[in-house]
């Protein structure tokens, strides 16, 4: 070990198929990034300048809004490069960075979807003191423990994991920067940082998803009390689209780690890899939309009002002609 030569790069190997098939890869996944970026920043954009979305709810979806553009940018802009290049590097540096802030981004995608859960239990079984409870000092401290939490649980082990020496094979068989592929092609032993890890994913899995559970079963259960048909439908409407947006989320997370490692497949793990980085991103935003009624009316009233202007404008500019 100590005659061969530190890494300075790594190579990502990505998909191992024909260069044209790349290409088409490329042209879909642009489409999708652009996709993503749209949805997320019309969510942003209503919900900052439509009154009636100045509450909790909306304040939080604008913030998860802007976290999903950036899970997405870890990724994606890097992943794209690749596919149109012949040489498919990273440096030591840009890989570390990669990895830490997707392991710390994603992380807090889950703390903030339980903060989004609880905000929905509150909603719908204290409407009365829905205001009260959740009030703009009680939602900062809300957003400001989910990014605390989530730095101080993927901090250690990426610290880590950058003092780790490569001085064996640089391709590591992914599309980026994940932890298992790295621990992979470290030539020191990495079972401490492994351990630190899936404690980190465990524990980020199992607390916020029994914060979800026991939101959602006061919600169902208070839906349900409901004496009105009418007045169920309109409870639960209020958080159906966050329940479909959680659903997704676990139910790909939990298909790609809690397999055993002996019945993954590589291949298998970059295609859930993929889902996760850019199939849930794209869909989030138009669930959020189409199956929200104040969210689908303020993306009218904003139309109507850039349609009323721009024929104002024309016809301003035809009387001045």
């Known amino acids: 070990m100590e005659n061969q030569t530190e890494a300075t790069e790594f190579i990502l190997l990505g998909f191992t198929v024909e260069h044209w098939i790349e290409i088409l890869l490329f042209v879909a996944i642009l489409i999708i990034f652009f996709l993503i970026l749209m949805g997320n920043i019309i969510i942003i954009f209503i919900t900052l300048v439509d009154i009636h979305l100045k509450t909790p709810m909306y304040f939080f979806l604008r913030n998860y809004s802007l976290l999903e553009i950036s899970l997405t ?25 990669q990895g830490f802030f997707f392991f710390f981004l994603g992380t807090n995608v889950f703390f903030y979807l339980s903060i989004m859960s609880f905000d929905r239990y509150v909603a719908v079984c204290n409407p009365l003191r829905y205001a009260t409870i959740m009030n703009t000092r009680v939602c900062f401290h809300l957003l400001m423990g989910s990014w605390t939490v989530s730095f101080l649980l993927v901090l250690p082990p990426s610290v ?89 989320l676990y139910g790909s997370c939990i298909g790609r780690y809690i397999r055993p490692p002996e019945n993954r497949g590589e291949e298998f793990d970059k295609v859930l890899a993929l889902l996760y980085a850019l199939g849930i991103q794209v869909f989030t935003p138009f669930i959020y939309t189409l199956r929200n009624k104040q969210v689908k009316q303020a993306l009218r009233n904003v139309v109507k009002r850039v349609s009323v202007s721009s024929h104002s404008q024309r016809h301003l500019g035809n009387l001045l002609y």
Request: with cysteine.
């Open 73 to 97: 940018l870890v990724v994606i802009p890097k992943m794209l490069s690749n596919f149109l290049s012949e040489r498919k590097n990273i440096s030591l540096p840009g890989c570390f960075i």
């Open 160 to 248: 880590m994991t950058a003092k780790l020496k490569f001085c064996g094979p640089n391709i590591i068989n992914h599309l980026f920067c994940d932890t298992t592929p790295l621990f992979h092609l470290s030539c020191q032993d990495t079972q401490l940082i492994e351990v630190m890890t899936l404690f980190a994913a465990v524990f980020t899995l199992l607390i916020t998803l029994a914060i979800n559970i026991a939101s959602y079963l006061r919600i169902i259960s208070t839906i349900l009390s409901i004496p009105s048909a009418a007045g169920r439908k309109n409870a639960f409407s209020t958080c159906s689209a966050h329940l479909t947006v959680v659903s997704v």
